[in-house]
C-alpha cells in the first residue's frame, strides 16, 4: 500500500513543467501598423550544425502561429516564398543570399528587393535556430526500479524583421526557453511544441495597433508576463502516452 500511494503522488507530480524563459527584443522603426499595411515573407531560417532539417519546422510553426495571433497581418509561408522565387528563376540569387547572410550575418539589399517584388511583402522574417537541447536523467529508484524520469529541454531562437526597402532591420528578438518536468510516463518535450510555445512568447511583443487608433502601440491581448515561472500553457509542450 506504501508503494502505491508512492506511485500516485509521483503521478500527481507529473505534466507539471516549469519554464524559465529569457528574453529580449528590440523595435528599430517597426510602426504598429506597418505589418498589417505591407505584409511579412517567410525566407529560409538559418540552423545550428545538425539542425539543418529543423529549419522548415521552425518557418512553418511561426507562420502558422503568427496567423493565428495576428489574423491582420498577411503573411507568405516558406513554402510560398520558395514558390515564387523558384517560379521567377531567382533560385541560385537566393542561394547566394542565404550563404552571404550565414558568413555575415547580412541579407543583401539587391536580395531582399527582389523578394519584395515576387512576394508582395514589404518586410522580411529571418529565423535563426541557435541551439536546442533535449535530456533526460532518472531522479529516484524504487528496489532497482526507475519511477520518476526528469526531462529538460533547452531551445534558442533568434528572430528579425527586415524593411526590404531600406535594406535594414526593423525589429528583432532572442528568446531562450527552458522547460523541466518529472515524470512517471513515456513522456517528451517535443521540438515543435517548444517552438509554438517562443513563438507565442515573440510575436505577442511585436507591435500591436490600437484598435481605436491604428498609428498608436498597444499591449497584444495574449502578452504573458516574461517572469513566469510555472506556466499552465507549458503543458503543451509535453507529449507522449
Known sequence: MTGVAALHM???CSNSPQVQRALDYEDFSL???DLATHGLAFVTPSSITGHEQDRQTVAFVFARVLREERPEIPVVTLA???SDINASGMADEYRDMLNHMDATGVLPGDGLAKIREVTGARYVVMLKLASFQSESSRRFGFFSMRLVTTRIATLRLFYQIWDT???AIAWEANQEMTLAFDTVKEEMVTFESMVTHIARDLIARMP???EDDPSRECPGPNRSS???SADPAADSVVGGS
Do not use: V
Open 165 to 167: 526597402e531600406t535594406a
Open 10 to 12: 509521483l503521478a500527481a
Open 226 to 228: 516574461d517572469a513566469a
Open 31 to 33: 510602426a504598429p501598423g
Open 80 to 82: 510560398e516564398t520558395l
Open 208 to 210: 500591436h495597433p490600437c
